[in-house]
């Protein structure tokens, strides 16, 4: 039995018959998505114009002609549809649609490569009755006797039609310096003008044409009225406009009603589910080795669902840092945004690529992964220890020499003890660096690096040792070492290497537990309101641009066994320098505390006072009030 056409099917669809409507869904769904497609370039935009044409063909069932050739009508809408899309959003989105494109088809051959940009335009420059009969020849493929009996003419006269199209799109082409002939410009609509729709656009679509809209997002119903008056311009069917000024008239209620449900019907519908790892680069902005290079770290979202909305993790590997919850995970789909915690006010923002296979953001671009690389375990004492046979293994403190530095007192607020006492290196201004190395029995080996007055601890790094030369550099190219080790196997001397220049740089061996007791002695407790040592915690805020940024910040005060006290202060948000620094300066006459940080030019003076610390942070000329409040 053959199967109904067109018309019929749309009538049995304005009877009542919703399985009449998907079978037309299905039977056009490849051919208006693949002429928004060609057309806009970004495949969530031929999404969303899909639906809208399929919204246009529900309400407008009733309406048309019994002698509309429905595949050209589509045709014919979802290009005037997408035109009017491109007119919205092109400039905005055109850099996202190029990177989506390159992501999602693989080049095609010469001749379509040629064609394929112009052809709606040329399409749109045919009359309605040249127009159907490419579609219906060359886009649908049918067989001549089919497209003759669907443009109801005799075959002769269907062919001379289709050869007069045809006619005219190569003078087109011509005009614009593509020499193609006319069988060419047929094979290659032919073979390439239509593509496979997505699977989650043809299984949600339906539902939502069925509903004549009652389902779509506010953005589709608001484009699909927006391709009603463009149709109406046009000058499509009579009936057609007719059908344009229902619509439009009946829209202001519509619309209040359709508010109420579309955006869950619909997005849950066509949203693919994002839960899972994403892997990507981050970049960090800070100098890196080479001259112009900027640091990053590669990065694994885990994002998984709680109560119906997303959450997510971060592991930025090559700082060694595991487990940071993202503050915010806003997903709309192909909409998506990002706000990463450390760092809460760096939101990365942008589309999930159909399919959701990567998201593409600003600055950020992730693809989906079910092997993510695994997060190194920060080193273990045990592993560092030194041991017979490794010429390396072993925990080692030095620093870089800083010509015109701004730390003048030299390691004296590291309080490295007698072990640098005298040697030249002392004297310069210089920046500590701890360093702890741990040898595989294979021969590779794990390195950390530390940065005690930036408060970045435990970065990971690439460690290699050939004949005494050491080569050591972070993994997120914020540095490298190369030195030589000397005939004792205590010392390692040579040169760091950050934005393409070299200083002066040397680590001699240490003993990690002599430098880790002091820390292991504080004592954190209190009994009353006036005593100092604890945990504060405090906040300050700033103005960037029109945002209020607030920068949490914890300060431990402890007090070691001599009565004499220890401060350290740690910066929050800052992914990768977060960890602890310590004062170099504490003075506390009570209530009065006065503490300084040299290295970064920071002082806070504060007063004791019902429990909390208040005073005022001073840096660089300028300061702000800033209270801690003891933790319980």
């Known amino acids: 039995m053959p199967e109904p056409d067109d018309i019929t099917l749309l009538n049995q669809y304005a009877g009542g018959d919703d399985s009449a409507f998907t079978t037309l869904f299905e039977r056009h769904v490849h051919l208006v998505y693949s002429a928004a497609l060609r057309q806009a370039r970004n495949p969530s935009q031929a999404e969303e114009v899909t639906q809208a044409v399929f919204i246009l063909l529900a309400r407008k069932a009733k309406s048309l002609s019994s002698k509309t050739v429905l595949s050209g009508w589509l045709y014919q809408a979802a290009r005037l549809t997408t035109a009017s899309l491109i007119k919205r959003e092109i400039r905005r989105q055109r850099r996202e649609q190029e990177v989506y494109m390159q992501t999602l088809t693989e080049p095609g051959p010469a001749l379509w490569e040629q064609i394929s940009p112009l052809l709606e335009e040329a399409m749109g420059r ?24 669907a443009l ?23 005009q614009r310096g593509v020499m193609l002939s006319a069988a060419n410009i047929a094979g290659t609509i032919s073979g390439h003008s239509v593509q496979a729709a997505p699977a989650a656009l043809a299984n949600a ?60 019907a619909l997005r849950a519908a ?77 939101v990365y923002q942008g589309k999930v690529i159909p399919g959701a296979t990567g998201m593409v953001l600003n600055g950020l671009t992730l693809r989906r992964t079910g092997a993510p690389v695994p997060s190194a375990a920060p080193l273990d004492e045990s592993e560092f220890a030194p041991r017979a046979g490794s010429a390396l293994q072993g925990y080692w403190q030095g620093g870089i020499v800083l010509d015109g530095g701004r730390y003048p007192d030299g390691l004296g607020d590291r309080q490295l003890g007698n ?22 029995a294979d021969g590779t080996f794990r390195a950390e690096l530390d940065s005690p007055l930036q408060g970045a601890d435990g970065q990971p790094a690439s460690l290699t040792y050939d004949q005494g030369t050491v080569n050591l550099e972070i993994e997120s190219k914020a540095g490298k070492f190369q030195g030589v080790l000397d005939r ?10 950050q934005g393409g220049r070299s200083l002066p740089a040397s680590f001699k061996r240490a ?39 607030t920068i949490p910040l914890t300060l431990d005060i402890g007090k070691l066994p001599d009565g004499s006290y220890r401060a350290a202060l740690a910066n929050l948000e800052q992914l990768g320098n977060e960890s602890p620094i310590p004062a170099s300066v504490f003075e506390y006459l009570p209530p009065k505390l006065h503490l300084e940080w040299k290295w970064a030019g920071g002082i806070y003076d504060g007063t004791l006072e019902n429990g909390k610390l208040v005073g005022i942070w001073k840096q660089g000329g300028g300061g702000f009030p800033l209270v801690f409040e003891r933790e319980n």
Do not use: C
């Open 205 to 264: 679509a339906t539902t939502v044409m069925i509903a004549k809209g009652a389902a779509a997002s506010t953005s589709t119903l608001t484009l699909a009225n927006g391709a009603l008056k463009v149709m109406a311009l046009s000058k499509l069917k009579t009936t057609v406009i007719t059908a344009a000024a229902v619509l439009l008239t009946a829209g202001g209620t519509g619309l209040v009603a359709y508010k109420s449900n579309i955006i869950h």
């Open 270 to 346: 066509l949203s693919p589910d994002i839960q899972g790892a994403w892997e990507g680069t981050m970049p960090l902005g800070g100098i890196g080795v080479k001259e112009g290079q900027s640091t990053d770290t590669r990065v694994v979202v885990n994002v998984s669902k709680v109560a119906g909305n997303y959450v997510a993790t971060i592991d930025a590997l090559d700082l060694g840092r595991t487990n940071l919850p993202v503050a915010k995970v806003v997903y709309n789909y192909p909409d998506i945004r990002l706000s990463f915690h450390p760092r809460r006010n760096v």
């Open 126 to 149: 045919l009359g309605e009755a040249d127009r159907n009969a490419i579609v219906l020849r060359y886009f649908e493929n049918r067989t001549p006797q089919e497209a003759a009996a």
């Open 419 to 440: 072990n640098w006492k005298g040697d030249p290196m002392a004297a310069a201004s210089l920046l500590p660096l701890d360093l702890k190395i741990a040898e595989a």
């Open 511 to 549: 003993d990690y537990q002599a430098e880790a007791g002091p820390a292991a002695a504080e004592d954190f407790s209190f009994t009353s309101a006036s005593d100092l040592p604890g945990h504060w915690q405090g906040a300050w805020s700033a103005a960037a641009g029109a945002i209020n940024v």
């Open 488 to 497: 004792a196997g205590d010392e390692l001397r040579g040169s760091w290497t």
């Open 152 to 174: 109801q003419l005799n075959e002769a006269t269907a062919r001379k039609r289709v050869s007069r199209a045809l006619e005219k799109l190569r003078t087109f082409f011509a």
